[in-house]
């Protein structure tokens, strides 16, 4: 429910900034401006060194597919480089190439983004050809067949003959029975098999809009020439109607899950991952998010954090362990614990283990000296994320798809700031239950290398 | 294991990317010797905060024969406990103290050597407990065998994962091939790991972590007198000599040899099959270098503008990766070429890749093809130094491959210089069909 008044809040905001024209909201070093058509421009000065990171990101990623299509927002990402009406097929590389650019794309569950480095003076040429292809995308049946052979390489490579990316589908496929973070970004291969160009050119039509985009561009710029750059060439790309998002919503999970997975490997892996709250754009000023992003850090945020010291170094249970939460996503969240089992453990032996660990935390707390250990950390992060104008554009791109602002990255800082030790442990007894808990189990299976041998 | 491969990968990324600058490079700043160690420094004063890299010569090549895996853990476990006249700390002490500082420190093991980065704030108080606790990690290393019997079991399970997975078996057995009886071409097993011991590890701490065998390169919101304090600190523990150490081999050139005697096939059930192809080329001191460095741009250097993607991708859809590089550090360093594909499909990829690079050592680039390797060279030569990380990469390149302290200001020009000739004749010279190992791993169709 909170989803979809989102989205409501979400058009009407849209159609209000629409009547009124450009706007413009500014700090010293970052400028917000939203053009007739609804794009919206976010604008950070750095100054530090001549280049440049240009990003568009479309809020559109893996969350807005649908079963039997799954994979098309990452397929579209290809397909993105394959011509417009004026660029011919591989000429957009080229010509990226040409002004010394570096340039890529990427898909989450949440967004896809492109984006190009450059040195500052060749702004205006990507650009101008990022612009282009937002409205101008034009692919032949013959490129896409090719293209999605290459996309199927891929998933070979990346989940197909990895055990890692197949447990974690299956982690993913089982913890949420409805919610499209059921799918892997990549799509399931037998969709890749089946998938059309025209699949590819209708999610381009559906969601490759300016009032659908966010343009982020960070380094040694000028944010009134680079406002300006911006309305010349994406300000006559006419806005459309997007698709209406249906909610999706996760139905409430009853008790614990199980998966198994066969797969060529050493060493056996248990995942444990609970269902946990997440950020949400209206409410920032909840803490517990902000305590699990802790209570994450505790446990595996550096080389002494519990999981490391117990199970790794201690108890001798496991080779390496991990602990994950992003409170920042615009679908459900996970809060995430797994372990590669150490020679003769039992997956018992290291699920009791786990649990023993936070049962400490939820019996006794944390350490004062462990959570200011991480807010330290966490400060010095703020100095050093800013050695790099790549990452802060990320960061501002991640935080605005996720219904965010930018304007909310010093809030957030400061929030971590303030939780205390009781309110993590409140949070892990609150929510590292078993009713909402899915366990998933990698067992290790022999490659079955010789018998390939023999049957040639 | 998983940062030494990715050691392997940067140190690629960093030979192509030592540039320079259309405007004016930060200077780089060499002081003065101390105990023979070297130190050189970019001031960069936009952040406070310091980058730290500390070469020690102490990579993989000086492992003997008979116990490879021992500069990967002398190295891995320096921080996992200390014992000096001054201070005590136990691994845990050492973590919970890098925690509290808000500072990075890590280590890394490359083919020549090994390495310790550091990344605090440069506020002097935080700065100073940095510094002080790297110089007794780098120096006063504890090595407990309590301690090394554990990462043995780590090292190994990782091993024993990680020849489950297809690159990592073609990778050992592509260098293996390449490399032959250098040390290079050992690989770490179960069985080299279980030889270690603890005090195989002191005694190799001993040997190669001198002074005279450290260089430091820093990058941040320090001046030079400073860093020279800061450099001064980092290795005075250390001892500035110690017992010889013998040469290196020299790496030879591989030979010409028959298809069936560089070929090899490895049976693996993966879907995908993988394939490696090089050989022995040039280091990085090679008058050669930025004609074969352009030229490898427009092979297979240059991303989805290259001619093995274009050929392979692009073209025919045969796989998502396909790449070339060289790799050269202060000794000769291999030519690579690699792509995976779908099993089917193998033979007609590998065809396809060799016959690619066939025809480029045979007749170089086309003018098009090096005046676009030389445009985004030289266009994007600001991208390589627009941050202290990439600045302290290159810094700790040139100090390493001793190359003159304005090779960032001329590299450019060197860029621009070459011509279509030279890239055909260094390809020509340093590369040839016949001489090629190739590795393919995966289920014959």
Known sequence: ?456 | MKYYCQSLVLGAVMSIGLLTSVQAALPIQQLDSYKGAKAYLVQTQSLPMLDIEISIDAGTRYDPASKTGLAIMTAELLDNGIRSAGRNLTEAQIADEIADLGADISVGVTGERALIRIRCLSRPDIRDRAIQLARLILSSPTYDSVIVNREKQRISAGLLEAETKPDFVLDRRFRKAVYGDYPLGNAVTVKSIAGLSASDLKQFHQQFYRSDRVIVSMVGDVNKSEAQEIMQTLVKDLPQTGSSIPPLPELARSPVQNLSEREITIPFDSQQAHIAMGMTAISRNNPDYFPLIVGNYALGGGGFVSRLMNEVREKRGLAYSVFSYFAPGQETGIFQAGLQTKNDQATMALDVMTETISQFIAKGPTQSELDAAKANLINGFPLRIDNNRKLLDNVSSIAWNGLPLNTLDTWTEQVNAVTREQVESAFQKYLAMDRMKIVVLGAKQ
């Not at chain 1, 650009?127 to 067949?145: C, I, K, P, T």
């Not at chain 1, 372990?339 to 032996?349: N, S």
């Not at chain 1, 971590?416 to 993590?424: D, E, H």
């Open chain 1, 1 to 456: 429910m909170r989803y979809s008044l989102q989205l409501l809040f979400f058009g009407f905001w849209l159609i209000s900034q629409l009547a009124w024209g450009a706007s413009a909201q500014s700090t010293e070093d970052t400028h917000e401006y939203l053009l007739s058509n609804g794009l919206k421009l976010i604008i950070k000065e750095d100054h530090r060194a001549p280049t440049v990171a240009h990003m568009v990101w479309y809020r559109a990623g893996s969350i807005d597919e649908f079963n039997g299509r799954t994979g098309v927002a990452h397929v579209l990402e290809h397909m993105m480089f394959k011509g417009t009406d004026k660029v011919k097929p591989g000429e957009f590389s080229r010509l990226v190439a040409a002004e010394g650019g570096r340039e890529n794309a990427f898909t989450s569950r949440d967004y896809t983004a492109f984006f190009q480095q450059v040195e500052k003076s060749k702004l205006s040429k990507v650009m101008q050809l990022e612009a282009d292809r937002m409205v101008n995308l034009n692919f032949d049946d013959a490129d896409f067949a090719k293209e999605i052979q290459v996309v199927m390489e891929e998933r070979r490579l990346r989940t197909e003959d990895n055990p890692d990316s197949l447990l974690n589908e299956s982690l993913m496929a089982t913890a949420f029975m409805s919610s499209p973070y059921r799918h892997p970004i990549i799509g399931w291969m037998n969709d890749l098999v089946n998938m059309k160009a025209s699949d590819a050119r209708q999610w381009y039509q559906n969601w490759y809009a300016p009032n659908n985009a966010t343009v982020i561009v960070t380094g040694d710029i000028d944010p009134d020439k680079t406002y300006q750059l911006v309305e010349k060439y994406y300000g006559g790309i006419r806005a459309h109607e997007l698709p209406v998002r249906k909610p999706q919503l996760e139905p409430e999970q009853k008790g614990v899950k199980q998966v198994h997975v066969k797969a060529p490997a050493d060493s056996a892996q248990l995942v444990m991952a609970w269902k946990v709250p997440r950020l949400q754009p209206d409410n920032i000023n909840n803490d517990e998010p902000y305590a699990l992003e802790l209570l994450a850090a505790v446990l595996d945020g550096y080389d002494n954090a519990r999981l490391n010291r117990t199970l790794v170094k201690q108890a001798r249970l496991a080779d390496n362990v991990d602990a994950q939460y992003d409170m920042i996503s615009r679908g459900p969240a996970l809060f995430i614990v797994g372990v590669d089992l150490a020679k003769g453990k039992t997956i018992a032996q290291a699920e009791a283990g786990i649990r023993k660990v936070l049962a400490e935390v939820t019996d006794k707390g944390v350490l004062d000296s462990e959570l200011k250990r991480i807010q330290t950390r966490l400060l010095a992060n703020q100095v050093y994320k800013r050695d790099s104008i790549f990452g802060q554009a990320m960061e501002i791109g991640g935080f605005e798809m996720a219904g965010f602002s930018w304007k909310d990255l010093d809030t957030v800082q400061d929030r971590m700031q303030q939780i205390t030790s009781a309110q993590v442990q409140a949070v892990a007894k609150k929510y590292l239950i078993d009713s909402t808990l899915t366990i998933a189990i990698l067992d290790p299976q022999a490659r079955q290398s010789a018998k390939v041998g023999v049957q040639k």
